[in-house]
């Protein structure tokens, strides 16, 4: 992909490439969604979702940007329960689980595992350590208890064409 766009590039000087701006564009999509996976989870569920739902384009290379938005679905739900927020973790490793790509290199038990302590942890205020912590704001009686951190990470994207 990466050598794809530099020659488009160097093509592109030498006059109209109709059809090749597109392929460049998509390519682009997701060689960063595939950058940001680790460092901005957030922002690479977003570019992946840009490449197969707002282009339609789930089987982009054969499939896989669908097994790259699971991974990236895995990874920002880790991220979100890592910072005490739960809640946002349940509902990304929900989105994960409920995607079934052809090839896929995460353990659906070890993601329905961690789903469901999410979930355990949102619903009772019960972080995974076992130590009981309010969500959402909600009191408990023992005035020694802190609410739960949230997390408020929400892709930052320029509009297409402008820088951010």
Request: hydrophobic residues 30%; aromatic residues 8%; contains cysteine.
């Amino acid at each position: 992909l990466q050598q794809g766009i530099i020659l488009t590039g160097r093509a592109e000087s030498f006059g109209d490439i109709q059809g090749l701006n597109y392929e460049r564009f998509i390519a682009q999509l997701y060689l960063d969604a595939q950058r940001l996976k680790i460092t901005n989870p957030s922002q690479s569920v977003y570019l992946f979702s840009r490449v197969a739902y707002e282009q339609g384009l789930t089987n982009y290379l054969n499939g896989q940007v669908m097994t790259e938005l699971q991974e990236a679905y895995v990874n920002y739900a880790d991220l979100l329960s890592e910072t005490g927020d739960f809640c946002g973790a349940r509902d990304q490793y929900t989105a994960a689980l409920q995607l079934q790509p052809t090839v896929t290199n995460i353990s659906r038990g070890d993601v329905t595992g961690k789903r469901d302590s999410a979930e355990t942890a949102c619903t009772s205020g019960v972080a995974p350590t076992g130590q009981e912590t309010p969500v959402d704001g909600q009191t408990g009686d023992d005035s020694t208890q802190q609410a739960l951190p949230t997390a408020t990470l929400k892709p930052k994207i320029a509009p297409v064409g402008q820088s951010g």
